[in-house]
């Protein structure tokens, strides 16, 4: 019991913060701060308008942005890691609200907090490395275009129709907008994406988005448009609360808080992915990602925030900015804090639909096209992948849209590495010592013998071929598997490969099997497959020992016995005799079947 707690109590301080962390936050705090800074401007019409979009408000995504942002800054894996409110959950939260209300929001979020932590007590992190790139690429696809459709009643001035799926709800906003056409939040919606995405290619480092914002609130104040805004604000966050807890509804909220989890994980993860891939020498630690994720998403409920994960556009932001440590992610976080206590007036008198804007433009930079032309020429299994999750993301949820990608990822990556299996007739004067054998020798080996290599994996996708080519060897007395190059065998491959042997027998044809490798003998031993084989001698450690033993059978001088009676004592003497004899052959010899040369097809 005492090391159970002891190895419990060191996982635990595995996912806490080092010294090392706190001695980098004071390694440059100068360029962190500055960092921090210009990613809070980023974040702050983001946050503001994944609140809104979520349909909790835009307090809660300003609570978001500044409680778990600070949490996942200092606990989290990533040293530049930026996390807050994302348009991916704004997604998925989008149908729990319509089906459980706010209160239901904040319930899931807690209870996602709570699977965060147990993944990364479970040391899940590192699972993320089998998602296939082009299962993410699709799925930040399907991404963007629902955060555009989001947005549609919003660009239009339209009240938002009570409709869970976002294409059936951007159908209905366009057909009353249409019936009663008005322009002032059409303009500066347009107005504030086509600043963001005209000035992200003249200035990349200038917040183009506060900027946009900013010039349309002052635009709609000094006109008199007539166009929605933001409205009141609370002056700080609210007082830490569990009043929305209700245990009645637990059970109906199982499923979404997975759905969440699931996708903080996935999101964050990659974000931290991104990160490491933009610098030199930072590597996030997973498990502790998802443990800082896991206690931001219990915090931002109490404080009325939405669900967080780590958010890859502004952790971008971050690094190019020359963040250093997690000071700079921590920054922002108390950037954000200040302008809700301070600024809230101010804040309060943004137009909705430059919010909307931004939110466009964001979508619209979330594709990048290059890459995924790139991904959909690479295969056409990779753009069948990208394609059917970026509709799935779509047309059902983001966590099935991933769960569908990687089974037909998987289903396509089975067939490709079944089609690399191989059944090959080899040479048999290629197994002995040159010059050890006439021409004539050779020319009845040939006539009477034929050598198989079994090539790559054996198991239920590819298994059933071999029985097929087998089953079809003619004019032959002894049929010998060389098993050396087997790389995997199941239980499929297994029955198959008894299935075929039997079939060979049944026709008065003596099968030999060389080369199993140590780790296949158990489910070729549980299935009967070389049980009767070895029992009759018939199985040799190397491809030379059973020619050997062939040749002693068409020779005459030793007799292996017919398939299915069992021998009590030991090989025939003959055979025995002429299977050591081929282990004595130099080392070249006999290592040839554990060391194929790569001159060998596979």
């Known amino acids: 019991m005492n090391r159970f707690r002891a190895r419990a109590l060191s996982g635990l301080l595995a996912l806490l913060p080092t010294r090392s962390d706190l001695a980098a936050m004071r390694g440059r705090p100068r360029r962190d701060l500055l960092a921090g800074l210009t990613v809070a401007v980023v974040a702050l019409p983001l946050a503001l308008g994944f609140g809104i979009s979520s349909g909790l408000g835009a307090e809660a995504g300003l609570a978001t942005a500044v409680v778990a942002g600070a949490l996942a800054a200092v606990f989290g894996g990533s040293s530049l890691q930026v996390s807050g409110p994302t348009g991916a959950m704004t997604v998925v939260l989008v149908p729990i609200v319509h089906a459980h209300g ?15 932590l147990l993944l990364a007590a479970a040391r899940a992190g590192k699972y993320m490395a089998f998602v296939p790139a082009p299962v993410v690429e699709g799925f930040t696809v399907g991404i963007a275009l629902v955060i555009a459709l989001q947005q549609i009643p919003a660009v239009l001035g339209v009240p938002v129709p009570d409709e869970e799926k976002v294409t059936v709800a951007a159908f209905e906003a366009v057909r009353d907008y249409l019936g009663a056409p008005d322009w002032p939040a059409v303009t500066i919606a347009l107005a504030v994406a086509g600043l963001m995405l005209a000035g992200a290619r003249w200035r990349p480092a200038v917040p183009f988005s506060l900027l946009a914002v900013v010039a349309a609130t002052l635009a709609a104040e ?13 002056s700080g966050l609210p007082a830490p609360s569990l009043g929305f807890v209700d245990l009645s509804a637990l059970s109906s909220l199982i499923a979404p808080a997975v759905a969440v989890a699931a996708l903080a994980a996935l999101e964050s993860l990659l974000s931290a992915a991104v990160a490491d891939g933009m610098t030199v020498g930072q590597k996030h630690d997973p498990d502790r990602e998802l443990f800082g994720q896991g206690l931001a998403n219990l915090a931002s409920p109490l404080f009325g925030g939405v669900p967080a994960t780590g958010a890859i556009a502004r952790t971008a932001v971050n690094v190019r900015t020359g963040a250093t440590s997690r000071l700079a992610a921590l920054a922002h976080a108390v950037v954000l804090a200040v302008i809700v206590f301070t600024a809230a007036p101010l804040v309060s008198r943004i137009p909705l639909a430059a919010l909307a ?16 032309r790139a991904m959909a020429r690479a295969t056409r299994a990779d753009a069948l992948v990208l394609v059917l999750t970026a509709c799935a993301t779509l047309a059902l949820d983001l966590v099935q849209a991933v769960v569908i990608g990687l089974v037909v990822a998987g289903a396509l990556a089975l067939r490709a590495v079944a089609r690399n299996a191989r059944l090959d007739e080899v040479p048999l004067h290629h197994e002995d010592t040159p010059g050890s054998h006439d021409a004539a020798e050779h020319a009845l080996l040939a006539e009477h013998i034929v050598a198989y290599r079994l090539d790559g994996p054996l198991f239920f996708a590819a298994a059933h071929r071999f029985l097929l080519e087998l089953s079809e060897v003619a004019d032959v007395s002894v049929v010998i598997l060389r098993m050396s190059r087997v790389t995997t065998i199941d239980a499929s491959g297994s029955l198959v490969l008894k299935d075929a042997i039997e079939k060979l027998e049944r026709r008065g044809i003596t099968v030999l099997v060389s080369g199993i490798r140590d780790g296949h003998h158990r489910p070729l031993e549980a299935l ?3 049980g009767r084989l070895d029992a009759t001698g018939r199985v040799f450690a190397s491809t030379p020992e059973a020619i050997a033993a062939a040749r002693e059978l068409l020779h005459g001088s030793g007799v ?6 069992p021998r009590p004592e030991g090989p025939p003497e003959p055979v025995r005799e002429a299977a050591q004899e081929a282990a004595r052959q130099p080392a070249d010899t006999a290592e ?3 060391n194929p040369p790569s001159a060998l097809p596979l």
């Not at 804007?357 to 890459?371: N, P, Y």
């Open 357 to 372: 804007g931004v939110l466009l433009a964001t979508a619209v930079r979330m594709i990048e096209v290059g890459s995924v």
């Open 102 to 116: 706010a209160s239901g929001v904040l319930m899931v979020g807690l209870m996602a907090g709570v699977l965060l």
């Open 560 to 565: 292996l016995p017919a398939p299915g009676n």
């Open 222 to 234: 000094t006109t008199g448009l007539d166009a929605d805004r933001i409205g009141a604000l609370p």
């Open 592 to 594: 040839r079947e554990e």
């Open 528 to 530: 009967g497959v070389i």
